[in-house]
């Protein structure tokens, strides 16, 4: 079936190091992979994004690297900001009937300790 | 600003009222979704319009009316609602065919007394 589902609810980081958000799927259609954040009071916004030929994208200090063996994903934020702070969900995509169909996971709370 | 507006931001109303809920988006999408978001549970799809047909309607009780009359604005028309309607409900844009990244709004935060 289609499920996004994500491994820890609440992520606590120092400022500077490295975070990493994990996420599964269970859909080996999805065609791509996507990561919102969402910040308070505002809506999802689009982080990166990763095709499901590929297994790893990196973007401004982020990267995204995909297992399809083990159908997880996950976002890695280097040298983390206090601006980090934020909900972050995976999403995947499937095309249906020639449209998108995305599927996104519950989401998990990144704190930046300063 | 996303590109992507929605009114009102906040909304209060009794179960008995009826209001409607707005988008609007510039960005030249075709595309246009509503999604409902609770606490602690994943973003729930209620409706997609792709070139302003509704293409999903996702088992959504009809007290949430859709309508879309063109391809930049979408509106949800709510009546008789229940205290578990109380969410936020955004909506999103995208572009058919193109890779799926959505342009969410901000939302409308919805409490129903």
């Known amino acids: 079936g289609e499920s996004v589902g994500l491994h820890l609810p609440t992520l606590s980081v120092q400022e500077g190091d490295n975070s990493i958000i994990n996420c599964a799927y269970s859909?080996?259609?999805?065609?791509?992979f996507i990561w919102y954040k969402q910040e308070s009071g505002k809506g999802p916004q689009f982080i990166i994004d990763i095709r499901s030929n590929m297994d790893k994208r990196q973007g401004q200090r982020v990267t995204v690297l995909l297992n399809k063996t083990v159908k997880h994903l996950s976002l890695q934020i280097a040298a983390t900001q206090p601006g980090d702070s934020a909900v972050y969900f995976c999403?995947?995509?499937?095309?249906?009937?020639?449209?998108?169909?995305?599927?996104f996971g519950t989401g998990t709370k990144l704190q930046v300790i300063p | 600003e996303t590109g992507v507006t929605q009114t009102p931001r906040h909304l209060v109303m009794g179960m008995t009222n009826k209001k409607s809920l707005k988008c609007e988006q510039h960005l030249g999408h075709n595309a246009m979704y509503w999604y409902k978001q609770s606490a602690k549970k994943p973003l729930e799809l209620m409706f997609v319009?792709?070139?302003?047909?509704?293409?999903e309607n996702n088992s959504v009780p009809s007290r949430f009316s859709p309508e879309c009359p063109n391809s930049s604005h979408l509106f949800l028309h709510l009546h008789t609602l229940q205290p578990e309607d109380s969410a936020l409900y955004l909506c999103?844009?995208?572009?058919?065919?193109?890779?799926?990244?959505?342009?969410f709004g901000s939302g409308t935060r919805l409490t129903v007394v």
């Open positions: 999403a995947e995509n499937m095309e249906s009937g020639g449209y998108q169909k995305v599927t």
């Open positions: 859909n080996s259609a999805s065609d791509y």
């Open positions: 319009y792709n070139f302003k047909e509704q293409t």
């Open positions: 999103a844009s995208s572009q058919v065919g193109g890779i799926p990244r959505y342009t």
